[in-house]
Nanobody
């Protein structure tokens, strides 16, 4: 059974940085596509960034140049480095995994494309 556990959230001021981590257990990490989603208060969950099993990455326009995905296969861990944080980055951040997802340039990752989810970690950015 696949388990995803996020950590690294917190409260920061605008312009600050956080690094989120997602530890995956119970599956072959290197063979999975992974993504980060976020859900602002009162809004739908949206895909923020993803990396597929071929190593292709995609970021939504609002985080390009500020957020960076990386992974450590030896630690079965996916990271999201978030710099220059803004108040509109506030939300619950979720890690997701799926063995079928493939990055399509121009198409943000969609919730329905991922079958495994973590419990989330809260990110709050104050102005």
């Amino acid at each position: 059974q696949v388990q995803l556990v996020e950590s690294g959230g917190g409260s920061v001021q605008s312009g600050g940085s956080l690094r989120l981590s997602c530890v995956v257990s119970g599956w072959m990490f290197s063979r999975r596509s992974m993504a980060w989603f976020r859900q602002p208060p009162g809004k739908e969950r949206e895909g923020v960034a993803a990396i597929d099993f071929d190593g292709q990455t995609i970021y939504i326009d609002s985080v390009k140049g500020r957020f960076t995905l990386s992974q450590d296969n030896a630690k079965n861990t996916l990271y999201l480095q978030m710099n220059s944080l803004r108040p509109d980055d506030t939300g619950m951040y979720y890690c997701a995994a799926d063995w079928r997802y493939k990055v399509v340039p121009g198409n943000a990752p969609q919730r329905r494309e991922f079958g495994q989810w973590g419990q989330g970690t809260q990110v709050t950015v104050s102005s």
